[in-house]
């Protein structure tokens, strides 16, 4: 079964910290441009962060720049989302989506980014005032 599947989501307090893993099952994300997104109840799903199959392009969202950091580890097909000083605005799910042929790098729009061949199940965070 081809997938991604997140985890790594929970409930903290608002300036806590989370770690997401985005991990594939099936196939291997060395060859693949990996974004996160989130979407919060009754609101439109925002892209948040995108890396490059190597590594060596990263781009953010302006609501998460500075406090989010985008990673991964190839060997274990797994790319990593670091949050910390996280907010109550922050509270969303949160999914990864795998692609070949857009780019990442900073000063391109997430929002225009795509297509994705994989997408997760998503992964609740929730912070906490």
């Known amino acids: 079964q081809l997938q991604l599947v997140e985890s790594g989501g929970g409930l903290v307090q608002s300036g806590g910290s989370l770690r997401l893993s985005c991990a594939a099952s099936?196939?291997?994300?060395?060859?693949?441009?990996i974004t996160w997104f989130r979407q919060a109840p009754g609101k439109a799903r925002e892209g948040i962060s995108c890396i490059s199959s190597s590594g060596s392009s990263t781009n953010y969202a302006d609501s998460v720049k500075g406090r989010f950091t985008i990673s991964r580890d190839n060997a274990k097909n797994t790319v990593y989302l670091q949050m910390n000083s996280l907010k109550p605005e922050d509270t969303a799910v949160y999914y990864c989506?795998?692609?070949?042929?857009?780019?990442?790098?900073?000063?391109?729009?997430?929002?225009?980014?795509?297509?994705?061949?994989?997408w997760g199940q998503g992964t609740q965070v929730t912070v906490s005032s």
């Open positions: 099936g196939f291997t994300l060395e060859y693949y441009i």
């Open positions: 989506a795998a692609g070949t042929s857009y780019s990442c790098s900073a000063g391109v729009s997430l929002a225009r980014a795509g297509p994705y061949d994989y």
